[in-house]
């Protein structure tokens, strides 16, 4: 059962921006970890980016690091990751995961790096 609601996957040319949205039940968004991974044709799983339930901690690859933001609105119980200086290499299907803690182990890549919930995934595609 799918508990989490990304959309604002697209297409763009490199350079290009995007943002993406995810959306949890009030009981996930206030108690658990909430993040982005994703995966590209014929790579791995890897985590890409994860906030705390309080906003306190925030952790981003290597990969997207200063070109990605993650963000949360309380209200809407909604994060949002920024995407800026999109690469060929940040195409793959994103998906919104969410489990107790957000530490710098979520960006590990691999099957292992298991997760209690999922939003269904969405492309993103970056090409000239």
């Known amino acids: 059962e799918v508990q989490l609601q990304a959309s604002g996957g697209g297409s763009v040319q490199p350079g290009g921006s995007l943002t993406l949205s995810c959306t949890a039940p009030?009981?996930?968004?206030?108690?658990?970890?909430i993040g982005w991974v994703r995966q590209a044709p014929g790579k791995e799983r890897e985590g890409v980016s994860c906030?705390?339930?309080?906003?306190?901690?925030?952790y981003y690859s290597d990969s997207v690091k200063g070109r990605f933001t993650i963000s949360r609105d309380n209200a809407k119980n909604t994060i949002y990751l920024q995407m800026n200086n999109l690469k060929p290499d940040d195409t793959a299907v994103y998906y919104c995961a969410s489990r107790v803690f957000c530490t710098r182990l979520w960006m590990r890549t691999g099957p292992t790096n298991e997760f209690d919930y999922w939003g269904q995934g969405t492309q993103v595609t970056v090409s000239s």
């Open positions: 009030a009981s996930i968004f206030d108690e658990y970890g």
């Open positions: 906030t705390s339930n309080t906003g306190g901690s925030i």
